[in-house]
Each structure stands twice: as structure tokens, then as C-alpha cells.
Nanobody, 125 residues
Framework: QVQLVESGGGLVQAGGSLRLSCVAS????????MGWFRQTPGKEREIVAA????????YYADSVKGRFTISRDNAKNTVYLQMNSLKPEDTAVYYC??????????????????WGQGTQVTVSS
């Protein structure tokens, strides 16, 4: 089992930046793909970015390409989401998650089993 704790959310003006962090507990946390998702009221949760356990492969939703960067530090069991050039439409609760088992590369929401509690990101216009 993997526990996840996000931090770094907050209120920022449009054009600003935030960096989210997600710390994973568990001996094998570094063996998991880690993903960032977001959700706004009335909308389905959507993937923002994902990074392979090795850090050698990443995925970005079209809406964030060129603005967001996902990275990980396996020595710290931590994944980051650097968000630049933020827009009001980026406002959401952001969640990190991992799939049901290690060494699975997936960007499909339903394949993610373990979730953090979420952190609110609000971008004002």
C-alpha cells in the first residue's frame, strides 16, 4: 500500500507559478508511476501529467503542455508539479495518485488506485 500527501497549493494571480509536491510513503514508492490529476466541481477528474517510476518518460495533457513540468526525486519519494503561466482555468483541486501495482505505465484514471487528499489551486484573473 502507498500513502500520498500533497502540498503546495494556494492562491496565485494569472501568469504566476506554483510548485506542488507529493510525498509517497512505503518501501516501494519509487517503483510506481506517479500521476497528477485535477478536478473542478461538476466536472470529472482529469489527468494533468504522469511520470514513469524511472523518471525517463512523462505525459502531459494538451492543456498544460509547455507550462507544467512533472519531475520526481526517488531518494525523497517525492513527485513535483511545477506550474508556470497559470490561467484561471487551471483552478482546481489537484491530486497525486499511483496505480494499483508498481512498474505499470498508465495515464488512464481508472488504473490509479491510491490517491492523496488533494490540494486546492486557485488562479485569479
Amino acid at each position: 500500500q502507498v500513502q500520498l500527501v500533497e502540498s503546495g497549493g494556494g492562491l496565485v494571480q494569472a501568469g504566476g507559478s506554483l510548485r506542488l509536491s507529493c510525498v509517497a510513503s512505503g518501501r516501494t514508492a519509487s517503483s510506481y508511476t506517479m500521476g497528477w490529476f485535477r478536478q473542478t466541481p461538476g466536472k470529472e477528474r482529469e489527468i494533468v501529467a504522469a511520470i514513469k517510476w524511472s523518471g525517463t518518460h512523462t505525459y502531459y495533457a494538451d492543456s498544460v503542455k509547455g507550462r507544467f513540468t512533472i519531475s520526481r526525486d526517488n531518494a525523497k519519494n517525492t513527485v513535483y508539479l511545477q506550474m508556470n503561466s497559470l490561467k484561471p482555468e487551471d483552478t482546481a483541486v489537484y491530486y497525486c495518485a499511483v496505480p494499483a501495482a508498481p512498474y505499470i505505465w498508465t495515464t488512464v484514471l481508472n488504473n490509479y488506485r491510491y490517491w492523496g487528499q488533494g490540494t486546492q489551486v486557485t488562479v485569479s484573473s
